[in-house]
């Protein structure tokens, strides 16, 4: 894996661990040509090269765990550290004993030996040896059992009994004790390396596994009594214990933070084998001494017996082994069919969520990234999901072929995606998601067409306490603000980002209680006529009075109820409430009120399979017909798919006139109103605001082009946010007929608007002159 700046990784060696390797070489190859060509002199100097490799072994040991991120990992090789320098010591009870010409190992020197195993041995609390299931500790403790048993018998019977009768008890006993100690320190060692949870290199612990197989031997060849042996041995058995621990050692130093790749076969399983085996030959052997032919016979054929029954034991198991091979190799497919997505062969959100587990359990620093592609609904109405999955498989295959080896990519659904990057630094995480919006935006085909893509994207540094679920959420709650603020960004989570989704969520239920307690209400901003100065329609407008907050502006909880799903309901509460205002006021004012209300319908809605029924509906309710209703839509809901533009022409057969709001801040082209059964363009305030003095000529073109575009297309056109006396004469002067804004009237509640009706003139002179624009030959707009 290829770490970053601040995350330990494969990159990160200890240069100077290859010191202690190299000078351990040089005095194992000065052991040997001291054994050579100059034993038995210099017994001193012979016993040197062990002290100076046990003493390289337990500097290299010490570094690696001073190297090591993880916790068990460091703590794993400082016990070994111990445990070379208990080596150490033995060595130099070694070199004590040579110079007092003491053939036989004393206690402190077997003392010492034995603490060196215990250490190494306790080292493995830190890594795991087997699953935390009480049935595989059960088999660890018989495996470690039968191998203690075995190995008692042994030292205990056989090898002790020849021994020569001049050593000391002592020596037999701590000779004995080491003996055993290896054996069972070959099980340990190679149930860790098997260990799917271990963290320790397994070529590492391999070699580690070396030292109690050393270890054996200097026993035996001790407990021989030959002398050539016995000089061997007791000269080369320390260096290359030692050397065995500064070349595991330094393995693990290049794989330090790398994630281990673990063994499939293990010393225990022989080991036990061989215990049995050892144990059946020396029961035959006492046997043969001890009892007579009859005896002798009986206690043979029992451990034939028994032997039979142990080989049938062994068959049976290896099929119970192949078996289990096969369940876990089902089980392996199955995780992995349960953390992978069929798609795209990424991961899924379940094995995203675990590997940002382990991260963080681990200590590693970490950062979640988010990606939504823009708009992707759109594609696949247009394309269908077929080509639509084809798009994400390309994308999927160019985040993958984009990242690193120590980027965890996954696909979180949809058109979501997710990167799990080994870093914690803002700035890194800021680039990365800058280089995966390129990746991105690069053209992709479907079938013959190519299509643009680009994304939103959240990022949240994972920060120390936090678990994974909440690292998950704060990316969410980042991609929704990348999504609030325009599309085709990125943004990284900050704490008060999470205070606002809260209050967002607090208001959605407040709102929710609001729609079903009345606490909303509407007002009406008049359209007016700027010839004839009358009413000419009006726009319903939703306000919440909220009983402890006050007025809330819709501003704050229009934008939560669109995210919230809300909008469905307060806009059916809209359209509902508005028809029956108009039906209240055509009931009571006659040929006085006006004869359309506006109401604003969100993209939402028009998803909505019912929309359209719900709509007639209303009408058949109110006693309205389909001219009496003008339902304004933006310019991105029309280009929002297939969906919303079969309901808006399915509302347009029906009668009910549509409006283009905000006109010409969106989307807009020809084409779109060639393709949307449009009756009434609003232009938007943003081109009114500094019309009438004349300084921004661009806003003087757009609004000129607006005016002839409706006259030649026979819409009726809508200025809104006209603020001055200025700025409606100066619309009025370039050919709009109608308008609404604070200067003529701000939303009213429903009684002041219905006065304003009654009133033949609004705001302008009745002599006010028709402009040529307005009164030509060509035909009017349609009434409304």
């Known amino acids: 894996m290829r770490g970053s700046d601040d995350t330990p990784g494969p990159q990160r060696r200890d240069r100077a661990l290859a010191v202690p390797l190299i000078m351990g070489l040089a005095a194992l190859a000065a052991v040997l040509a001291w054994l050579t060509w100059g034993y038995p002199r210099y017994v001193l100097l012979g016993n040197a090269g062990g002290t100076v490799i046990a003493l390289c072994g337990t500097i290299a040991c010490y570094r690696v765990s001073r190297l090591a991120v993880d916790q068990p990992v460091s703590a794993f090789w400082r016990l070994w550290a111990g445990s070379a320098a208990a080596l150490l010591v033995s060595t130099l009870g070694a070199a004590v004993a040579a110079l007092r010409g003491d053939p036989d190992m004393p206690p402190y020197e077997a003392a010492s030996n034995v603490v060196s195993l215990v250490l190494a041995m306790i080292a493995f609390r830190h890594v795991p040896i087997t699953s935390r299931t009480r049935l595989d500790w059960a088999r660890l403790l018989l495996d470690g059992a039968a191998v203690i048993v075995a190995g008692t018998v042994f030292f205990g019977y056989v090898v002790l009994r020849t021994v020569p009768g001049s050593t000391p008890l002592t020596t037999r006993a701590a000779v004995g004790v080491v003996g055993i100690c290896c054996l069972l320190g070959l099980v340990i060692f190679s149930r860790a390396a098997m260990s799917p949870a271990g963290r320790v290199d397994p070529l590492a612990l391999g070699i580690l596994a070396f030292e109690p197989v050393v270890g054996l031997a200097t026993v035996l060849a001790f407990l021989a009594g030959n002398d050539l ?50 144990t059946a030959v020396l029961v035959i052997i006492v046997s043969a001494r001890d009892l007579d032919l009859r005896g002798q016979a009986v206690i043979v054929g029992a451990v034939l017996i028994a032997s039979i029954i142990v080989f049938r034991q062994l068959l049976s198991l290896r099929e119970n082994n ?122 992709v085909h479907a079938g013959e067409q190519q299509f643009l893509l680009h994304a939103s994207v959240g990022i949240a540094v994972a920060e120390s306490g936090e678990t994974a679920d909440e690292v998950l959420r704060n990316a969410d709650i980042a991609l929704y603000a990348a999504k609030e603020s325009g599309k085709a960004s990125w943004v990284r989570f900050e704490p008060r980002m999470r205070h606002d989704m809260t209050a967002h969520a607090r208001l959605a239920g407040e709102l929710h209680d609001a729609i079903l307690g009345g606490q909303l209400r509407l007002l009406y901003q008049p359209v007016y006529d700027l010839v004839t100065g009358r009413m000419h329609g009006c726009e319903a407008l939703v306000r919440w009075q909220h009983p402890d907050r006050g007025f809330v502006s819709p501003a704050d909880f229009i934008p939560v109820a669109e995210r919230s799903g809300l909008i469905v309901p307060l806009g059916a509460w809209v359209l509902r409430e508005a028809c029956g205002q108009l039906a209240e006021w055509r009931a009571t004012l006659g040929p006085d009120a006006v004869e359309a209300v506006n109401v604003n319908v969100a993209v939402r809605q028009l998803r909505e399979s019912g929309f359209v029924d719900e709509v007639a509906a209303v009408l058949s309710d109110t006693g309205l017909q389909p001219r009496n209703l003008i339902i304004e839509v933006t310019e991105s809901s029309v280009a929002d798919g297939p969906q919303v533009t079969e309901a808006l022409e399915a509302l347009h057969e029906m009668g009910v006139r549509l409006a283009l709001d905000d006109f010409g801040t969106g989307q807009s082209s020809l084409s779109l109103l060639r393709a949307f059964p449009v009756d009434v363009l609003k232009l938007d305030k943003s081109f009114v605001d500094g019309i009438a003095d004349g300084a921004d000529r661009g806003r003087l073109a757009v609004a000129a082009a607006v005016a002839q575009l409706v006259e030649y297309l026979q819409l009726k056109a809508v200025a809104e946010g006209i603020e001055s006396e200025a700025q409606l004469s100066r619309l009025r002067d370039m050919g709009y007929r109608y308008g609404q804004g604070y200067f003529m009237a701000k939303p009213l509640p429903p009684a002041e608007c219905g006065a304003r009706m009654t009133q033949p003139m609004g705001y302008a002179q009745p002599n006010t002159p028709i402009p040529a624009a307005i009164s030509g030959p060509h035909p009017a707009p349609p009434p409304s």
């Open 229 to 278: 042996s016995v000089v061997v041995v007791s000269y080369l058995g320390y260096p290359l214990v030692g050397l065995g621990m500064t070349l595991a050692a330094f393995r693990q130093s290049r794989v330090v933070n790398v994630p281990p790749r673990h063994l499939r076969w293990s010393f225990a399983d022989p080991l036990q084998f061989l215990s049995v085996a050892v």
């Open 322 to 443: 192949r078996a289990l091979r096969g369940i876990r190799r089902q089980q392996h497919e199955l995780e992995r069919l349960a953390l992978t997505d069929n798609l795209t062969g990424l991961a899924n959100r379940t094995g995203f969520l675990v590997e940002l587990t382990e991260r963080l359990e681990a200590g590693q620093p970490s950062t979640a990234i988010f990606i939504d592609i823009d708009d992707f609904k759109m594609v696949n109405d247009t394309l269908g999901p077929a080509a639509a999955d084809q798009l994400l498989r390309q994308v999927a295959e160019r985040l993958h072929d984009s990242a690193g080896p120590d980027e965890c990519l996954a696909r979180l659904g949809g058109d979501e995606f997710a990167v799990l990057l080994p870093t914690g630094r803002p700035a890194a995480a800021e680039a990365a998601a800058t280089r995966l919006q390129a990746t991105i935006g690069r053209p």
